[in-house]
C-alpha cells in the first residue's frame, strides 16, 4: 500500500536555529498537505501543495513540493516557542481509486528556549 | 476552535465492553474521516463517510464499525475492546467528497483508556 516516510521523528532545536522535516512517498501524489498538532491538541491545516515543484510560504514557514511529486518539506527559519509542536505531511495518491489521505509519521518538533 | 464537535472528550473503560464514539461535521460539510492516534503514533485512517455512504475504508478492525447519519453526524463503535485500542480517535470533515484534496478540520478528539 502507499506508504509516505517523514523524517526525523524527533528535532530538538534551539529558539532561533532553523528547521526541516522531510516528507517522501513511495508513490507519486496528487497533492500533499501538511498539518500541525500542538502537544494535547488536534492536527490543524496548515497548506496544500498540488503542482510538481510548487513553494508556498507563510511568514517563517517554507513549503516545497518536489518536481517528481513524490516527495516534500516544511522548513521553518529562526524557530520560536510557539512552533513547538508535531508537523505532518499528508499526501494522496494521483491515480487509483483511493481518495483518503496518508499521514506520515510526523516530526515532533522541541524548541528550547 | 475549528467547528468539529466530539463526545466524549475522555472515556475509560474495560477490555471486552463496546462504546460510541460521536462526532459533529462543521457546518455545511459532508464528509466526516475517522482516525486513530496512538501514544507517538502518527494518523491511522479508519473509515470516510459522504453524505450517509461509506466512501472509503482505511485500517479500521473489523470489531469497530461507523455510520453517518441523516444529518451528518457520525458515530464511530468500538467493541470488544482491547488494551491495544487504548488511543486518541479523531474526527474530522471536509466541505466535499474528495478525500484526498480537501482541507480536513480536525475536531478536538476523543480519549480512549482500555483497562
Known amino acids: 500500500g502507499q506508504q509516505v516516510m517523514q523524517i526525523p521523528q524527533y528535532q530538538h532545536v534551539q529558539e532561533g536555529e532553523d528547521f526541516t522535516t522531510y516528507c517522501n512517498s513511495s508513490?507519486?501524489?496528487?497533492?500533499i498537505q501538511w498539518y500541525k498538532q500542538r502537544p494535547g491538541g488536534h492536527p490543524v491545516f496548515l497548506i496544500q501543495l498540488v503542482k510538481s515543484g510548487e513553494v508556498k510560504k507563510q511568514k517563517r514557514l517554507t513549503f516545497q513540493f518536489g518536481e517528481a511529486k513524490k516527495n516534500s518539506s516544511l522548513h521553518i527559519t529562526a524557530t520560536q516557542t510557539t512552533d513547538v509542536g508535531t508537523y505532518f505531511c499528508a499526501g494522496r495518491l494521483s491515480s487509483g481509486s483511493a481518495r483518503q489521505l496518508t499521514f506520515g509519521s510526523g516530526t515532533q518538533l522541541t524548541v528550547l528556549p | 476552535d475549528s467547528g468539529v464537535t466530539q463526545t466524549p472528550k475522555h472515556l475509560i473503560t474495560a477490555t471486552g465492553q463496546r462504546v460510541t464514539l460521536r462526532c459533529s461535521p462543521r457546518?455545511?460539510?459532508?464528509?466526516v474521516y475517522w482516525y486513530q492516534q496512538s501514544l507517538d503514533q502518527g494518523l491511522q485512517f479508519l473509515i470516510q463517510?459522504?453524505?450517509?455512504?461509506?466512501?472509503a475504508k482505511g485500517n479500521i478492525l473489523e470489531r469497530f464499525s461507523a455510520q453517518q447519519f441523516p444529518d451528518l453526524h457520525s458515530e464511530l463503535n468500538l467493541s470488544s475492546l482491547e488494551l491495544g485500542d487504548s488511543a486518541l480517535y479523531f474526527c474530522a470533515s471536509s466541505l466535499s467528497g474528495t478525500g484526498g484534496s480537501d482541507t480536513q478540520y480536525f475536531g478536538p478528539g476523543t480519549r480512549l483508556t482500555v483497562l
Open positions: 463517510y459522504y453524505n450517509g455512504e461509506e466512501r
Open positions: 508513490t507519486t501524489l496528487s497533492n
Open positions: 457546518s455545511g460539510d459532508l464528509s
